[in-house]
């Protein structure tokens, strides 16, 4: 499975390499057990030790440059058609694999904008200088990072269906922790349920441990990107979670919102309600926007200004981005023009792409909405993955 | 724990600043859980997602800038003192930050002898000359290998005495191994008796699990780097096994060698004798050239020369390398000068290293031996961290 997934990635590729005119695109590593360049997992399929090439070319061949000693584990894998082993130096077998296609431009994985084309290490682009330094490639380099943006963004269908599974497991395990949550168990009771669940079933998880899943109950909490903590759930919280699973090597992302109803409550406060209802609503907005060419910070505009105008505070976030193997991937995003989010809520969006819709506000007193939503993006609009969340789940 | 290990090595950081007159570091870095700089599990103990910067300075300051959205996290991590958010930007803060040091040497993680030192990608180090554009710190940029090289080689005591238990604990299980070794068990099978015996435990692995342990047996093996087979292990095979733990955020990293009696036999064949017999001689000649001050090369060279004049082919990569918090791990290696190993192999020795001495050579008709024992230079010498393997196992 994993191999097939690659070939069709890198078949993806060599037609994004016709359609952008690129001739070779490399991607150039080395001890990828201290830190991986993220296109190897889609590329490669494994790891690599001495200073290694995977080389793609615009007429479809594959060469892997590697040190000796992993040349049989490169053929088990069997992911690169032509394997080149080396044993002192990589530079001449480097020369020697890349002159016959005299390519006039050679994309590296370098950019200022996607750190999913930015795997390559400014010393090891020193050293890829130094190999080329007797030919005239250092002047042909130039950033992968729209090739890896349409490669990673343009999901094939087999991926889409992956994902689709993905979304209904951890949707399961939300339903599992709805029936778990209960006044005076605390955010780190929820994790560690949430921990038990998934190792039974075997999955992954979407993003590191100490905060997947993150988990908020009650006012004055961090919100988002932090761990749980001991503090518990009470009558009258607002809880929200989230939480994503790695699934055959591909992620979900979502986001649900709870309240707790207090002892002589039937439903939710006026306030609850309406602020959750303005995060359901400002999904639906954003949603209805979203299509092929259009610009991502379109999109988020118009869920950030429903969300000012209905009288809450602007989430500091971008309203969504893509999810892939990663949880944060492709190039598009659906952000605000924040300096920090460089060119990305600038290009255009494609079919195809799979993106969260996750906005959020504070109810005072009560804690934070938030939804998280994964849709995919159709020849006119969108389709929705998730189920959506449209009533706030109770907790009695 | 985690927490003052970090601590530990803060302090450990800051006196190697004195030490080498550098006023500042930077450890600088994006998307973290797409791709981490390996200095940020020792130095910082979360993840970031937008641009973040971990500085540390000479005087004793530890300054976290970072996306707002993670600002209660990085408080409950509570490893850097000064904690700077920011929204839309990093420039400003970053430079509001670093101005008041005036700092003349500033460190930063680009290497391209050391992948260790490299987690500073090229795109993000553009991002960074960016923000610099204004100042003339970009005149003042240093490689921080030098740092990267003595924090991560000069152990502390904790830091030796977690390693000791993790090879005591990886140890144990090659124990079990010996007994679960028998004619018609395939490589996968013990490798998934090992992945067992790692999850009862609550260990981590050392390396990716395809090849943790990577295991051999018998003749025209890809003898490294490479994932068990279906192979079945057979009479009159030599097998060995590569395995490593991750054990409170530290790596253990061991070989052993077995030889399956035939049913005939009563000892090993004289020739399987003999070549074990050369791998454990050429450690022990190896370990006695060990000491502070030497270079790598020169370790490399007594054992390679050794195995060579017994009349084995070299082994095709270094004698060994330093582990800790990554099994690849610190500086100075005991490699050959190969260009593909840069300036490793020169880097002098330092007390508190701790080293790997894994030479391997191949008999014929057999399998591949090779131990891999663990050792911490002392003031004059070193330490066995591991019990030595002198005799080989026997299966019958």
Aim: net charge negative.
């Amino acid at each position: 499975m994993q191999k097939e997934m690659i070939f069709e990635k890198i078949d993806q590729a060599v037609k994004i390499l016709i359609e952008k005119d690129i001739d070779m695109w490399i991607t150039f590593v080395r001890e990828t057990g201290n830190m991986k360049d993220p296109m190897m997992e889609m590329l490669v399929g494994t790891n690599a030790t001495w200073q290694s090439a995977f080389i793609i070319t615009k007429n479809g061949d594959t060469n892997a440059i590697i040190g000796s000693l992993e040349f049989e584990n490169m053929k088990a894998i069997g992911t690169f058609k032509k394997i080149h082993p080396y044993l002192k130096s990589i530079k001449e077998k480097f020369l020697e694999v890349i002159t016959p296609y005299n390519p006039k431009k050679i994309a590296i994985n370098f950019s200022r904008n996607s750190s999913l084309a930015d795997g390559l290490t400014y010393g090891l682009y020193l050293e890829l200088l130094n190999h080329f330094a007797e030919t005239d490639y250092t002047s042909r380099l130039i950033s992968s990072e729209d090739i890896v943006a349409a490669l990673r963004g343009r999901k094939s269908q087999s991926e889409i269906n992956i994902t689709k599974e993905a979304i209904k497991e951890t949707l399961l395990i939300f339903d599992d922790v709805s029936k778990f949550l209960k006044p005076g168990k605390s955010e780190k009771e929820v994790a560690a349920f949430v921990h038990e669940l998934v190792d039974k079933k075997g999955f992954g998880l979407a993003w590191e441990k100490e905060y997947c899943p993150s988990i908020f109950t009650g006012p004055n909490t961090a919100g988002a990107h932090s761990g749980p903590t001991d503090r518990k759930i009470d009558y009258g919280h607002v809880i929200n979670m989230d939480f994503g699973i790695k699934y055959k090597g591909y992620c979900s992302d979502l986001q649900r919102t709870w309240y707790v109803l207090r002892p002589h409550e039937t439903k939710t406060p006026d306030e609850v309600q309406k602020g959750f209802n303005v995060i359901v609503e400002s999904i639906s907005r954003a949603a209805n926007e979203l299509k092929p060419g259009k610009e991502g910070w379109k999109i988020d505009e118009v869920a950030r200004n429903y969300i000012q105008v209905s009288g809450y505070d602007e989430y500091p976030h971008g309203l969504g981005h893509q999810v892939g193997r990663s949880a944060h991937d492709g190039g598009a995003l659906l952000g605000p023009k924040w300096e920090r989010y460089g060119n990305l809520p600038f290009i255009p969006i494609e079919e195809s792409n799979i993106f969260t819709i996750e906005p959020r506000l504070t109810i005072n007193n009560y804690g934070i909405a938030t939804i998280e939503e994964m849709v995919v993006v159709t020849k006119d609009g969108i389709e929705w993955l998730s189920e959506r969340q449209k009533e706030i789940y109770l907790i009695r």
